[in-house]
């Protein structure tokens, strides 16, 4: 390995199937981009390399890497390997914000009237 690619810590679960060997590390690796463990600019092993060590099929980590390349984690810059680039800006999680609507209860009720043109009017009515 040449010194200047970092090497990621990687556990597997080998017990979860050859299937999820792919998602494991990607996820792996994703979670030590977006941690700031792999900083921007850094570049990945190779894909033979990391198969080697891991002791997995190569398909499996160039799954893994273009999962990676899909999110916008990693670039793949032509005679260099792969690099980390800056990780996308998170996402808020709505999930949160719709139960706190729901907890909420606003409205707690909604009246609909007509006006003298039938046009709907629509009233939010709170306890």
């Not at 990607?26 to 033979?48: E, H, K, T």
């Not at 891991?54 to 799954?63: I, K, Q």
């Not at 808020?92 to 139960?99: A, E, H, S």
Request: hydrophobic fraction near 45%; aromatic fraction near 4%.
């Amino acid at each position: 390995m040449r010194a200047s690619a970092i090497w990621p810590e990687i556990k597997l679960d080998r017990e979860a199937g050859a299937s999820t060997l792919r998602h494991q590390i990607g996820q792996q690796l994703s979670r030590a981009i977006r941690d700031g463990r792999l900083a921007y600019g850094v570049r990945l092993p190779s894909s033979r390399l990391m198969a080697r060590v891991l002791t997995v099929s190569r398909g499996t980590v160039v799954e893994a890497y273009e999962g990676l390349l899909e999110l916008g984690l990693i670039v793949a810059v032509p005679g260099s390997g792969m690099r980390v680039v800056h990780p996308s800006p998170r996402v808020p999680d709505l999930g949160n914000l719709k139960r706190a609507a729901a907890a909420a209860h606003y409205p707690a009720r909604v009246c609909v009237f007509d006006d003298l043109d039938g046009t709907p009017l629509y009233l939010n009515v709170l306890r």
